[in-house]
């Protein structure tokens, strides 16, 4: 939506929760697809159209990144505002389980197709398994 009285958004904040302190994160993997370089915690990717009516969807090579950057196969990824689904979505993609929660009705059943439709994309494990990595190694914050 453009306004003529603000700058129009170009960030959006994400947050990521571990129910531990002792978190999966794949640093060698985030390093490979930045290019051989630490990865940022401000991103830039392309643009991509909507896939749904959602309003905030957002772009799966976003969530593609985020979920195979944080988690393992088999582990389970919560979204708790589901929207359209996409996290869903790539989740499945990628081998994870998934928990979604959405309180609009409409949303969650296009979220429940999609997410019923996905398959496995091999292509998106043949990414995180060819990349040049030693193993992956679980941090702790205090």
Request: proline share 4%.
């Amino acid at each position: 939506m453009l306004q003529g009285n603000r700058f129009a958004p170009s960030t959006e904040l994400i947050w990521l929760a571990s129910k531990s302190k002792k978190y999966y994160f794949n640093y060698e993997l985030a390093k490979d697809l930045n290019g051989g370089k630490q990865m940022r915690n401000l991103w830039t990717l392309p643009a991509s159209r909507h896939i749904t009516s959602h309003p905030t969807e957002k772009p799966e090579n976003l969530l593609q990144r985020i979920i195979s950057i944080g988690s393992k196969e088999g582990d389970t990824i919560l979204d708790p505002f589901a929207g359209s689904g996409t996290t869903g979505v790539v989740a499945k993609q990628l081998g994870r389980n998934f928990i979604g929660i959405e309180i609009y009705q409409s949303y969650f059943e296009m979220a429940a197709k999609r997410i019923e439709n996905t398959t496995r994309n091999l292509s998106l494990l043949e990414l995180t398994q060819n990349t040049r990595r030693a193993k992956p190694f679980q941090t702790s914050f205090v």
